[in-house]
């Protein structure tokens, strides 16, 4: 303990440090009282009963008042003179702006400069902004931090935590920007524009914002010179990592190529303090004519598109500390209403048309692909009715057929049917099969009767032929002994009888004769058989003679 004594003689601890660090190297001066809003807001309503509103000041912000005086012990901050209402002025050292970028985690090139001097002339813009800073921000007490003290005060803490909350954290904010028209990031050239507040938060909604304070003492004039500065700075492009031309502020911060639909360039603030001479609302109408080409659009349908322009919105610092950006305080150039932050940087009319334009896109997509359907159906429904059309009936019963036995009913590639009862159905089918002759019935008749073929016969054709003499069919084998061969006569002598007229006919020869027919043909047969003598033999043959 007696070594921290040492070290922060103050008492001061490292969250409080780490407050410091954080709001003064984002705002770069800051008094005592704004440090502890920013870092450690639940301090504003652990001392509300103090005597005068000085001392509930003083012990609120004692703890953050320590960690001053030990930091600039360490040469990390300085006193940097006083406002007009006589509040101590801090800022950080180059060596405290390089421990700041360890707290915001940011480059130690885009701190800035240390602000040394700045409240020489009482700090009145450098405190505007800071007041902004706060309004945008809206700072929530942790009720962790205030369950030892008494009910009012948890009360009053819980009725701020439960109002509309603010953008970002104090990490979000960037003051004193440089926006070079010319030259570089580091050494902005000539005719550029210097922000006073930039505030990063994707996380709610606000990619990138520009911020511009003014206390009422520049003229309409004036700002329009600082907007033209501005669009100048959004125009630029340079070489990007890639070697591709971009614009220059894209090269630093990350924004949707399109703003609610439009293809603008980021949006700018301008929050009037009225402490001086100068009325905002006679500026403002000023304002809108001298810059109406870089805000107007162009006139659609239900719409105005704002691409290649710059939404500028303007509001007070009053209206904003009371309502915050949730409020309607905040009037977009070229319209008549206010709206809050998120619709006035927007385009909620083109929105709208473009939700209305999807529905619509989406009621004809689901219209037509309703037609489609029908008309598959329908084309599903004429097909079925032409193929029951085509559905073979029957020729037993009359029933149709059914998917299974059509297919087996059809015909083959060569016409041939494929089913022995193609013309029946399954029933009439198993019916017919059931009234055939066994075939070992069959094989047991030797002889055929009249007009009439058994099952197994091998020449099925319905004109058998008949015996010319008995009346009687033939039987295969002598139907195959008289068919005719290719082109020539039957081989048998008589093709017109069956067999067993042909033999009483065989008989009648051989009585006659004396020989049978069949006993002729093998004679025949074999003087056929026996060569001829040579035509040299001949003279030998008379002299034995």
């Known amino acids: 303990m007696a070594g921290k004594r040492k070290n922060n003689p103050a008492g001061s601890t490292n969250n409080y440090r780490g407050d410091v660090l954080r709001v003064l190297g984002a705002l770069k001066v800051a008094t005592a009282d704004q440090i502890q809003r920013i870092g450690a807001p639940h301090l504003t309503f652990r001392h509300a009963d103090?005597?005068?509103?000085?001392?509930?000041?003083?012990?609120?912000?004692?703890?953050?008042?320590?960690?001053?005086?030990?930091?600039?012990?360490?040469?990390?901050?300085?006193?940097?003179?006083?406002?007009?209402?006589?509040?101590?002025?801090?800022?950080?050292?180059?060596?405290?702006?390089?421990?700041?970028?360890?707290?915001?985690?940011?480059?130690?090139?885009?701190?800035?400069?240390?602000?040394?001097?700045?409240?020489?002339?009482?700090?009145?813009?450098?405190?505007?902004?800071?007041?902004?800073?706060?309004?945008?921000?809206?700072?929530?007490?942790?009720?962790?931090?205030?369950?030892?003290?008494?009910?009012?005060?948890?009360?009053?803490?819980?009725?701020?935590?439960?109002?509309?909350?603010?953008?970002?954290?104090?990490?979000?904010?960037?003051?004193?920007?440089?926006?070079?028209?010319?030259?570089?990031?580091?050494?902005?050239?000539?005719?550029?524009?210097?922000?006073?507040?930039?505030?990063?938060?994707?996380?709610?909604?606000?990619?990138?914002?520009?911020?511009?304070?003014?206390?009422?003492h520049e003229t309409a004039e004036e700002l329009a010179d600082k907007l033209e500065k501005y669009a100048r700075f959004f125009k630029r492009k340079v070489k990007d990592t890639d070697g591709k031309e971009r614009p220059m502020w894209r090269t630093r911060w990350r924004a949707p190529e399109t703003w609610s639909g439009d293809k603008t360039h980021p949006p700018v603030l301008l929050v009037f303090n009225r402490i001086g001479e100068r009325n905002p609302n006679r500026t403002i109408p000023r304002l809108q004519e001298l810059t109406r080409h870089l805000w107007q659009g162009q006139r659609h349908t239900g719409f105005h598109a704002y691409d290649g322009r710059i939404p500028i919105i303007a509001t007070g610092l009053n209206q904003l500390r009371e309502h915050g950006p949730t409020g309607a305080v905040f009037l977009r150039f070229g319209r008549d209403h206010k709206q809050h932050l998120w619709e006035a940087i927007g385009n909620p009319s083109r929105e709208a048309a473009d939700a209305r334009a999807r529905e619509e896109a989406r009621v004809r997509q689901e219209e037509y692909q309703a037609q489609v359907r029908r008309a598959a159906q329908e084309q599903a429904a004429k097909q079925a009715a032409e193929r029951e059309a085509r559905r073979p009936v029957c020729t037993g019963c009359g029933a149709k057929f059914t998917d299974e036995r059509w297919e087996a009913a059809k015909a083959t590639d060569w016409g041939t049917p494929k089913d022995s009862h193609p013309h029946l159905c399954d029933s009439c089918k198993q019916k017919a099969s059931a009234a055939v002759i066994p075939a070992a019935d069959t094989q047991e008749r030797q002889k055929p009767v009249r007009d009439e073929a058994g099952p197994d016969d091998f020449w099925n054709n319905p004109q058998r032929p008949v015996c010319t003499g008995c009346g009687a069919a033939f039987t295969d084998e002598r139907w195959k002994a008289t068919k005719r061969v290719g082109w020539s006569h039957s081989p048998a002598k008589r093709p017109s009888l069956c067999g067993d007229c042909d033999q009483p006919f065989e008989s009648d020869l051989e009585q006659t004769w004396g020989v049978s027919h069949r006993q002729g043909e093998r004679d025949q047969e074999q003087n056929q058989a026996v060569p001829e003598q040579k035509a040299g033999g001949t003279w030998l043959s008379r002299l034995r003679r």
């Open 50 to 216: 103090k005597e005068t509103p000085s001392k509930q000041k003083q012990a609120r912000t004692a703890s953050h008042t320590a960690a001053l005086s030990d930091m600039r012990k360490h040469g990390l901050s300085e006193n940097g003179g006083s406002t007009e209402t006589g509040d101590s002025l801090r800022n950080l050292t180059t060596k405290g702006l390089q421990a700041a970028s360890y707290e915001l985690r940011r480059p130690v090139t885009e701190m800035g400069s240390t602000a040394r001097g700045a409240g020489s002339s009482g700090a009145s813009h450098p405190m505007a902004v800071n007041e902004t800073v706060i309004a945008m921000l809206r700072p929530k007490p942790n009720m962790a931090r205030l369950i030892v003290d008494p009910p009012h005060v948890q009360a009053a803490a819980q009725a701020a935590v439960d109002a509309p909350d603010g953008i970002g954290t104090i990490a979000s904010y960037w003051t004193e920007v440089s926006l070079p028209a010319t030259g570089t990031w580091n050494a902005p050239g000539k005719g550029g524009a210097q922000a006073d507040i930039v505030l990063t938060a994707p996380q709610d909604g606000v990619p990138l914002l520009f911020i511009e304070v003014d206390n009422c």
